[in-house]
């Protein structure tokens, strides 16, 4: 294997495992901006070594246990160790016989609690603005690059750099614990914390760059945790809701791309290639979310996401309702990306000029001037009313916008159709 190829998997490796190491380590060292550090240490002995001897047979855990030692060093050398061991290590009290190395290796293990999940509360400090709240997790927790966090944001990489870096100074100064929160913090910080997941969800849905139209790895993490907070809280309706509307969505995945990779639109997909226990556990998720109350914009998602899970094929969808609860979400959560979608629901049951109108009325605001899917929503909606020419050039521009290489494929594809 050659060094290249030594270095894309120990990216590849750290990508995936970087969350997992920094909660584990944020939860001894008790800041998450050190534990960032020793776990890019950790990479870095990785990058050096690994061309050399190979790359280990679990390359998750060698990771993980470097990183671990590279926390032990870092404690041997601070004055009044046993001090430090009982702040830092959560007051862990030694058995016996027992080493002060061997309990911080012990508490490293968590055994009974989610450290990704302690990682996203303790992200989602009162102290941050929630957009620093959402940059700092998504760093953290899904490994992602600032400019995958900055589409995410619909903002500038220079925005979300310093976002995070004023967060972690910000948790520092505050002396924020790696704890969940008591009870009654738990509704301040539960918005931010499923606007994480979701946006987690969401790069991995539909990735920012690449060669690749997903990154299922990421839908899982975020997915796993939704099903997480959903057992840590489970009179909470908006938590269903939001693990009702990923599984729905994730059920559409493996359809999503044809045998070359090429993207599959919705109303294109084979319905045969949908995860049918994942659509079972999104109904199941959001019977329970309308069980607890009224629902929230991630149960509102979750209903529309139901409504195409339950159509046999396209032709049966119920555009009719769709749009009325996009109608109900641009309510409950107006945003210019509601009312695109809305847009398109509009178009599928009144036809491609009620959808136009909207979208018009979209850019004469000058709403998502970067974003991608409008020109390409709008072109598809010209091209059905007739206007091919037009269409063309939305289809351009959204290929211009795009920084998905399967996706900029897709529109110039559409851009040069006669």
């Avoid at 910000?170 to 002396?175: D, G, N």
Wanted: charged share 25%; aromatic share 4%.
């Amino acid at each position: 294997m050659s060094g290249a190829d030594v270095r894309r998997v120990v990216e590849a490796v750290y990508r995936i495992e970087s969350g997992r190491i920094i909660a584990a380590l944020a939860r001894i060292v008790g800041d998450v901006g050190l534990a960032e550090e020793l776990a890019q240490d950790a990479l870095v002995i990785a990058l050096e070594q690994w061309p050399g001897r190979g790359v280990p047979d679990d390359p998750g855990p060698w990771l993980m246990a470097t990183a671990k030692h590279r926390a032990i060093d870092l404690l041997r050398r601070q004055e009044n160790y046993r001090r430090k061991l009982a702040v830092v290590g959560r007051d862990v009290e030694l058995a016996e016989g027992e080493s002060a190395e061997a309990a911080i290796v012990d508490a490293l293990d968590d055994h009974i609690g989610d450290d990704l999940l302690r990682l996203i509360f303790t992200a989602c400090h009162p102290a941050l603005s929630t957009e620093s709240q959402v940059a700092l997790t998504l760093r953290m927790l899904g490994g992602l690059r600032t400019d995958e966090i900055a589409r995410a944001f619909l903002t500038t990489e220079a925005t979300v750099s310093q976002r995070i870096l004023r967060a972690k100074k910000t948790l520092a100064k505050e002396r924020v614990r790696f704890e969940l929160p008591p009870a009654s913090e738990v509704p301040a910080r539960l918005a931010a914390v499923l606007g994480t997941i979701y946006l987690i969800f969401n790069e991995g849905y539909s990735a920012t760059a690449g060669d690749g139209w997903a990154r299922p790895a990421l839908c899982e993490e975020a997915l796993r945790l939704g099903r997480v907070l959903c057992g840590l809280l489970p009179a909470e309706a908006e938590v269903h809701g939001l693990t009702a509307l990923m599984e729905l969505q994730a059920s559409r995945v493996g359809a999503r791309t044809d045998a070359e990779g090429r993207p599959v639109l919705l109303l294109d997909q084979d319905r045969r290639r949908w995860d049918r226990l994942l659509i079972r556990r999104g109904l199941a998720a959001l019977r329970r979310a309308e069980d607890l109350g009224t629902l929230g914009p991630y149960g509102l998602q979750a209903a529309i996401a139901a409504e195409h899970a339950k159509a046999r094929t396209a032709a049966e969808t119920d555009w009719g309702r769709i749009a009325a609860l996009y109608r109900l979400l641009a309510h409950v959560a107006p945003s210019a990306v509601v009312e695109l979608n809305r847009a398109v629901a509009v178009a599928m049951a009144d036809g491609p000029a009620a959808g136009l109108a909207i979208v018009d009325g979209l850019v004469a605001k000058g709403e998502l001037p970067g974003y991608p899917h409008l020109p390409a929503a709008r072109g598809e909606l010209l091209e059905r009313l007739g206007r091919a020419q037009e269409a063309r050039a939305e289809f351009a521009r959204a290929a211009e916008l795009t920084r998905n290489e399967a996706e900029r494929e897709l529109f110039a594809r559409r851009a040069a159709t006669p």
